[in-house]
């Protein structure tokens, strides 16, 4: 016997008890961590948000384009890509160059963009984390991942859950799911945490509401 008949014949055994595979599988687990209100909710995720140090800003619609314009303008950004289904006014005063969502760019050419504004699938309010799509608000995965800042748009409480399960109930498992939680960060190296490195260095968040909120 080799090693390959000896590792199958290990992962048969282990599955000879597995249920069958038309058999339904239980889902009695907590869908949520305790009961909170929808305004309880949205505080968490703005919460879990800033703990992995994304930067939360909260406005009304009517405020959204002031706020994106300020933003883009504060970061300096001379170039901003934009996905094709990002609603034109939201960008309508910004003083930066359009680069549309294009299947021919390069990643080279993707770098070179300061900024890119999207909107999201789903925020999960107790891990902190934005969900995208690859709907025509949202783009290309990679166009969230090359460019150094991303400012997210997420519409509370519409498109605000509480836990994963909840998250993943709205969620195509076919569509190109990109899940983020914080700007890009890793600490594999001597446990220094360094941000940028396979994603954005900057992730901004805007929370947009009905009411009046005063924009920050």
Avoid: F, K
Avoid at 123 to 152: F, K
């Amino acid at each position: 016997m080799n090693s390959r008949e000896r590792i199958l014949g290990r992962v048969r055994r282990a599955l000879a008890d597995a249920p069958a595979e038309d058999e339904p599988i239980a889902r009695d687990y907590l869908r949520e961590h305790g009961q909170r209100t929808v305004a309880e909710t949205v505080e968490l995720l703005a919460e879990n948000l800033a703990d992995y140090r994304a930067v939360v800003h909260r406005c009304t619609d009517e405020e959204l384009p002031d706020v994106l314009t300020r933003l883009l303008a504060e970061r300096g950004a001379r170039s901003v890509l934009v996905p094709p289904g990002l609603p034109p006014h939201w960008l309508g005063a910004v003083d930066a160059t359009r680069v549309p969502d294009r299947a021919v760019s390069t990643p080279h050419e993707l770098d070179q963009v300061d900024s890119v504004v999207t909107g999201c699938a789903v925020a999960i309010a107790e891990t902190g984390t934005i969900v995208l799509d690859g709907s025509p608000d949202q783009g290309r995965r990679r166009i969230t991942l090359v460019p150094d800042h991303h400012i997210c748009v997420v519409r509370v409480p519409g498109q605000v859950v509480s836990s994963v399960p909840q998250g993943l109930e709205r969620l195509d498992p076919a569509r190109p799911l990109t899940w983020i939680s914080g700007p890009s960060a890793t600490s594999d190296i001597e446990l220094d945490r360094v941000e940028g490195v396979h994603g954005p260095r900057t992730l901004e968040v805007v929370l947009v509401g009905q009411g009046r909120t005063g924009a920050t």
